[in-house]
């Protein structure tokens, strides 16, 4: 499996660099349909690997002023609670069951990533590829909001269940939940889209370290030397794809990317709805 593992973890990484957002939500399939994986241990895995990839790619885009450590640590703490249920509640789930909803989360990151290439944010994405990107501000700050008001209220409460949601998210599939923390920190938080892209990897960083302290205590058997070459093939992606977003249209990467992640959840509805009835 360990030569299998190398292009596998490449792809993983080289789309998590180019995409910022969506691109680890292959590392679950790949690791049942390709390498084997039980879907139990592929999704407790996923968070060793995805987090470790997150991480790395987020001192890339550190060193380039695109991650807001401050906010993305608030951001990722507020999710830890939800990492925690949604790892209890995982390991509940049939193994059919969790592979039927993996692949209709798949289906929704598609559609995410679709309304992404459709709107202005779009045009962000492509900023952050060019090489002049690292040397402009990268935008505005978030203010986080202030006492009193009802508009203020509002906020912090889409803030909580945006990072309560995602943690949610990360513990039950074992994702970075990269699609659903860019929009939020855009949204929500006023980053521009280079900056969200960025600060997302730290939130996915911490979020995914939180889920898996959360299964270290169950008795899912993880193959350590697979996950560790894995790891490293999808960290040396993750380079890759930084050098692949500034060189080719994002919206292109984005629009390829949907495709094949939809017909990924497609094989694995074939693969997994028999197993219900």
């Known amino acids: 499996m360990l030569p ?3 292009p596998a973890g490449l792809l993983i990484g080289l789309s998590l660099g180019a995409l910022g957002g969506g691109g680890s939500i292959l590392t679950v399939p790949v690791l049942v349909y390709l390498l084997h994986q039980s879907p139990h241990a592929a999704t407790a895995g996923s968070l060793l690997i995805v ?5 790395g790619g987020m001192i890339a885009h550190q060193r380039a002023g695109r991650v807001r450590l401050a906010p993305g640590i608030a951001f990722g703490v507020l999710g830890v609670a939800g990492a925690y249920a949604g790892t209890r509640l995982s390991s509940s789930i049939p193994p059919d069951l969790l592979l039927s909803l993996f692949a209709g989360l798949m289906l929704v990151a598609a559609a995410a990533m679709l309304r992404r290439r459709r709107g202005t944010a779009g045009q962000h994405e492509r900023a952050a590829g060019s090489p002049s990107a ?3 501000a990268p935008g ?3 203010a986080w909001p202030r006492p009193g008001g009802r508009a203020a209220v509002r906020r912090g409460l889409k803030i909580i269940a945006a990072a309560t949601g995602v ?3 990360t513990g039950f599939f074992g994702v970075g ?3 659903v923390i860019v929009p939020a920190l855009v949204l929500a938080l006023g980053f521009d889209m280079p900056t969200a892209v960025g600060t997302s990897l730290l939130v996915i960083a911490i979020n995914s370290a939180a889920a898996l302290t959360a299964r270290l205590g169950s008795h899912v058997g993880l193959d350590w030397p697979l996950l560790g070459v894995f790891t490293v093939a999808a960290l040396a992606g993750v380079l890759a794809g930084n050098h692949v977003a ?3 249209d994002a919206s292109r990467l984005t629009a390829g990317f949907t495709v094949l992640l939809i017909a990924v959840a497609a094989y694995s509805l074939a693969r997994s709805l028999p197993g219900l009835v």
């Open 167 to 169: 943690g949610l998210l």
């Open 51 to 55: 987090g470790i990839t997150a991480a």
């Open 140 to 142: 505005r700050r978030m």
């Open 246 to 248: 500034s060189r080719v």
């Open 4 to 6: 299998i593992a190398i």
């Open 177 to 179: 939940g990269g699609f």
């Open 134 to 136: 690292a040397g402009r």
